[in-house]
């Protein structure tokens, strides 16, 4: 009933740019939190970054002054640009959403397929 596509990952340099971007579709009756997780290599899902309704955002410390969240909301999409990109942001980068849909009365997480972004140096 909901889709979260993600686009935008890929291969780029050290200290380059990429910028994502997710929708979510389907019977959607209200969106809350959205955001950006990351998985590397071997290691355990983490928060990248997320911003609520209100534009208030969340950065993991390792992403502070080089990765930006921002969201529209009439498009039910959340983007991620990352700037001065390094090889440990080298991960794949799963999109979130936490949404109530048309049939439910409760809020539940919501997860998109995954894009891969290779950081190479």
């Known amino acids: 009933q909901v889709q979260l596509v993600e686009s935008g990952g890929g291969l780029v340099q050290a200290g380059g740019s990429l910028r994502l971007s997710c929708t979510a579709s389907?019977?959607?009756?209200?969106?809350?939190?959205m955001g950006w997780y990351r998985q590397a290599p071997g290691k355990q899902r983490e928060l990248a970054a997320s911003i609520t309704v209100g534009g208030i955002t969340d950065y993991a410390d390792s992403v502070k002054g080089r990765f930006a969240v921002s969201r529209d909301n009439t498009q039910n999409t959340v983007f991620l640009q990352m700037n001065s990109l390094k090889p440990e942001d080298t991960a794949v980068y799963y999109c979130?959403?936490?949404?109530?849909?048309?049939?439910?009365?409760?809020?539940?997480?919501?997860w998109g397929q995954g894009t891969e972004v290779t950081v190479s140096s």
């Open positions: 389907g019977k959607i009756f209200d969106i809350n939190d």
């Open positions: 979130h959403a936490q949404l109530r849909t048309m049939t439910s009365d409760w809020y539940r997480h919501y």
